[in-house]
């Protein structure tokens, strides 16, 4: 609310060198002069996401429902079939994800897959800093949605974050799908 439009997202362009970032706006924090600043300056749209805050000690872990085992990425066969769910959606993911290492795993950011009949048909990130966690890229195969598995998925890691100390999780969606498992 106090900052000076072009000179804000000058310092920020020039901060990040050129290259990629995001801009993100709460919706009660919306300001139209900074977005019309944004799109003048030759960023753009992307995307309109939902995102919402858990307070962990609030949240209590139903039981798994749907039958998913949920395994944490720790070794390059649990990262193959991450990628193997998550590639449909982005072709980058092999190369990206390819190239992390077990040592990175057991940093921030926690891969899941989670398997039907020992086959992966969902993934979820978990990035964690201090007290608080993200969830990201919770993703579902077309074929298995339905039947409860990215809400298993969310619900583990939520738990997960919980238990590692997180305090909060911030959830972020991009499609109504996902914003509906967020939001039960």
Known sequence: KTL??????????????GKPFAWWFPSEGHNQQMTDGLLKEGLQIE??????????????QPQNQSGLEIIPVRNQTLMFDFIKV?????????????RVGAQLLRKNEKL?????LNQPVTIGILFCEQDNAGIFSLI???????????????????EYAKKIGCKTATLSASSDAGYRIYER
């Open 112 to 116: 899941f897959v989670g398997y039907e």
């Open 140 to 158: 579902t195969n077309e074929e298995s949605r339905g039947k409860g598995y990215g809400t298993s998925m969310m619900l583990f890691m939520l």
């Open 86 to 98: 998550i590639e449909v959606y982005d072709a980058n993911v092999n190369d990206f994800y390819g």
């Open 47 to 60: 995307t309109t996401e939902h995102a919402m805050i858990c307070h962990l000690e609030n949240h209590h």
């Open 4 to 17: 000076v439009v072009p000179e804000s997202i000058h310092a920020v362009k020039n901060a990040f060198g």
